[in-house]
């Protein structure tokens, strides 16, 4: 498996969970690393991603303000804080990489096998 995410879970609306991400990506210091999620009949979508270096970040519009990304590439693992949860926030999320500074994806990219969470109302 090169990339396992967990820390998912059920939290109340305005709560908040910490994912994460664990690779055994031989190159994951050099990769850019994402979060991405899929409700239930919609499409998987960006929520965020982070430079090689965790120098640079960027969110989605929806998470802007209350998520927020890191990595320890000693450790090579990414993070997912999110902070003041909302029930749209409900979704399947994934992390992957590499992927590409917009948020993009392609052929080359590992996905984990994603962690459920689920916010209350």
């Known amino acids: 498996v090169q990339l396992q995410a967990y820390g998912g879970g059920l939290v109340q609306a305005g709560g908040s969970l910490r994912l994460t991400c664990a690779a055994s990506?031989?190159?994951?210091?050099?990769?850019?690393m994402g979060w991405f999620r899929q409700a239930p009949g919609k499409e998987r979508e960006f929520v965020a991603r982070?430079?090689?270096?965790?120098?640079?970040?960027w969110y989605a519009d929806f998470v802007k303000g209350r998520f927020a990304i890191d990595r320890d590439n000693t450790k090579k693992t990414m993070y997912l804080q999110m902070n003041s949860l909302k029930p749209e926030d409900t979704a399947v999320y994934y992390c992957?990489?590499?992927?590409?500074?917009?948020?993009?994806?392609?052929?080359?990219?590992?996905w984990g096998q994603g962690t459920q969470v689920t916010v209350s109302s």
């Open positions: 992957a990489g590499p992927i590409g500074l917009s948020g993009s994806n392609h052929s080359g990219t590992y």
């Open positions: 990506l031989r190159s994951f210091s050099s990769y850019v």
């Open positions: 982070i430079s090689w270096k965790a120098i640079d970040t």
